[in-house]
C-alpha cells in the first residue's frame, strides 16, 4: 500500500488527531512586513515641485513682470481689472473646443528664446540709409485716419449702388449692434490673456466687416489683443481681405510702436509671425507697402527683416516679392530685405534671378555713394547664384564694381564671380536698362 503525502502546512500523522484540528485552524504568519514610513514619504513628494516646475514658473512670473513693467513703468502695481464678457451665461456654455485657445504664457515660453527685444542699429548706416530714404515722405496719418477713409469710401461707393437699384438709402447699423461692439472695444482696450468675446470671432465672417471693425477702435487696442486679432483674422479671411486687415491695422501699429519705443512689443512681433499664415497678404499688406513708403527706417527693416529669416516661406511667394522690390525705385531697407531672401537659397526662376542683376547693374548710371547695405546683399547674390548667371551678366558685374568700389567687400565679389561656372544663356536686357 502506497505511503500517503501529507498536505502542505498539515500536521503530522503521528500527533492527535484534537492536535491537527486545532492546528489547521490557527492563522499562519508570514516574514512579510511593509516599512513603515513608506506611505508618508510618498505623500510627501507631491506636496513638492519639482526643480524642472520650478524653474518654468519662475520664467513665466519673470516674463509677466517684465511686460508689466515696459507697459506701466517699473514699481508700479497695477490692479486686477474685471473684464466685460457679453453674452455669458456660464461657464460650461463657453468651454466649447473653439475657445480653447493657446494662453499666451505658452506662446511666449515657445518663442521667446528667439525673440531679439534690443535691436543694435549701427548709425553709420542709419545715415546712410537716411541719404536714399524719400525726402518728401507722404504725412503719417493714424490708424483710425486711414480706417475711416476706407470705410467711409467702401460705404458710399454701397450706398450708391443701394440707393440707385432698390431706390432708397442703405439703412444703418442697429443700435444694439453698435452697443454689443463697444463693449467689445471695452474688452479689447484691457485685454491681457484668456478668451475673446464671441462677437468679435464673427467679425471675420459679416459682409460689413471693416465697419464693425472700425467701430471698436483697433488704435485702442493692447498688443496682446492684436495678436488674437490677426489669429483670428489671418485663418478666417481670404488672402485680399487679409491683405487690407494687415496694410490698414497691423503695419501702421507696428511701425507706430517701434517708432515710439525703438522696439517691437512681443505680442506685436508675434502677430507679424502669425500673420505669414497668408504669404500672399503678407508681403503685399505688409512688406511690399513699407518698401514703396520710401520712408521705412533700418531699425524698422532690422525687425521685420528677422521674421523672414526664421520662417519659412514658400519660393513663388519669395520670388514674387524679390521681383517686385527690385523693379521698384531704390532706398536703403530693399537692399535688407533682398539680401535677407537671397540667403535663404531657394531654385530661383531665371525671370526672378536676371531681375535681380539688372537691379544692381541700374547703378552704374549712379554716381552717389552707396551704403555697405548695398555691397552686402551684392555679395550675397554673387555666393548663392554665382553658377546660374550668364558671362554677359559677369562682365557687366565686373564693371559695376569699378564705379562703386568697395576696399574689402568687392575684392569677395570678384572672387566668386572669377571662379564660377556660367550659365551659357542669351539673357534678355529689359527694356531701359540699357
Given amino acids: 500500500m502506497p505511503k500517503q503525502r501529507s498536505s502542505r502546512g498539515s500536521a503530522p500523522r503521528h500527533a492527535a488527531l484534537a492536535d491537527q484540528i486545532i492546528q489547521d485552524g490557527a492563522v499562519r504568519v508570514t516574514n512579510r512586513s511593509k516599512k513603515r514610513g513608506q506611505g508618508d514619504e510618498d505623500s510627501q513628494d507631491e506636496n513638492y515641485?519639482?526643480?524642472?516646475?520650478?524653474?518654468?514658473?519662475?520664467?513665466?512670473?519673470?516674463?509677466?513682470?517684465?511686460?508689466?513693467?515696459?507697459?506701466?513703468?517699473?514699481?508700479?502695481?497695477?490692479?486686477?481689472?474685471?473684464?466685460?464678457?457679453?453674452?455669458y451665461k456660464s461657464k460650461a456654455e463657453n468651454s466649447d473646443s473653439e475657445d480653447e485657445w493657446p494662453t499666451l504664457e505658452k506662446a511666449a515660453s515657445m518663442d521667446a528664446a528667439t525673440y531679439n527685444e534690443h535691436v543694435e542699429v549701427n548709425p553709420e548706416d542709419e545715415e546712410a540709409i537716411a541719404?536714399?530714404?524719400?525726402?518728401?515722405?507722404?504725412?503719417?496719418?493714424?490708424?483710425?485716419?486711414?480706417?475711416?477713409?476706407?470705410?467711409?469710401?467702401?460705404?458710399?461707393?454701397?450706398?450708391?449702388?443701394?440707393?440707385?437699384?432698390?431706390?432708397?438709402?442703405?439703412?444703418?447699423?442697429?443700435?444694439?449692434?453698435?452697443?454689443?461692439?463697444k463693449g467689445v472695444k471695452e474688452v479689447l482696450s484691457t485685454y491681457r490673456s484668456g478668451k475673446l468675446p464671441k462677437a468679435f470671432k464673427i467679425v471675420p465672417a459679416l459682409a460689413n466687416w471693416e465697419q464693425i471693425l472700425y467701430i471698436t477702435e483697433p488704435e485702442t487696442w493692447t498688443a496682446a489683443a492684436m495678436y488674437q486679432a490677426t489669429r483670428i483674422f489671418s485663418s478666417n479671411l481670404t488672402e485680399r481681405m487679409a491683405q487690407r486687415f494687415y496694410n490698414l491695422v497691423l503695419l501702421p501699429r507696428v511701425r507706430d510702436d517701434i517708432a515710439e519705443y525703438k522696439r517691437l512689443n512681443f505680442h506685436l512681433y508675434m502677430a507679424l509671425k502669425k500673420a505669414l499664415f497668408k504669404p500672399g497678404a503678407w508681403f503685399k499688406g505688409i512688406l511690399i507697402p513699407l518698401c514703396e513708403s520710401g520712408s521705412c527706417t533700418l531699425r524698422e527693416a532690422v525687425i521685420i527683416g528677422s521674421i523672414l529669416t526664421k520662417c519659412s516661406i514658400p519660393v513663388l511667394h519669395s520670388s514674387a516679392a524679390m521681383l517686385k522690390i527690385a523693379e521698384m525705385e531704390y532706398n536703403g531697407a530693399n537692399s535688407i530685405f533682398l539680401r535677407l531672401l537671397i540667403d535663404k537659397k531657394y531654385a530661383l526662376p531665371f525671370r526672378v534671378l536676371d531681375a535681380?542683376?539688372?537691379?544692381?547693374?541700374?547703378?552704374?548710371?549712379?554716381?552717389?555713394?552707396?551704403?555697405?547695405?548695398?555691397?552686402?546683399s551684392l555679395l550675397t547674390l554673387c555666393q548663392r547664384y554665382k553658377e546660374d548667371m550668364s558671362s554677359e551678366q559677369k562682365e557687366a558685374l565686373h564693371e559695376l564694381l569699378r564705379i562703386h568700389n568697395h576696399p574689402q567687400i568687392c575684392n569677395e565679389i570678384r572672387r566668386e564671380l572669377m571662379n564660377s561656372k556660367s550659365r551659357d544663356v542669351e539673357v534678355t536686357t529689359p527694356m531701359g536698362m540699357d
Fill in 356 to 376: 535681380l542683376v539688372f537691379h544692381f547693374l541700374a547703378f552704374r548710371s549712379d554716381r552717389r555713394e552707396l551704403p555697405v547695405l548695398w555691397h552686402q
Fill in 131 to 181: 541719404m536714399f530714404m524719400n525726402k518728401n515722405p507722404p504725412v503719417r496719418r493714424t490708424l483710425a485716419d486711414i480706417i475711416m477713409d476706407k470705410i467711409t469710401e467702401k460705404q458710399t461707393e454701397v450706398e450708391t449702388v443701394m440707393s440707385e437699384v432698390s431706390g432708397r438709402p442703405m439703412p444703418q447699423l442697429d443700435p444694439r449692434v453698435l452697443e454689443v461692439y
Fill in 49 to 87: 515641485v519639482d526643480e524642472k516646475l520650478s524653474r518654468k514658473i519662475l520664467e513665466q512670473a519673470r516674463l509677466q513682470q517684465e511686460e508689466l513693467e515696459a507697459e506701466h513703468g517699473p514699481g508700479r502695481q497695477v490692479a486686477k481689472q474685471k473684464t466685460t464678457v457679453l453674452d
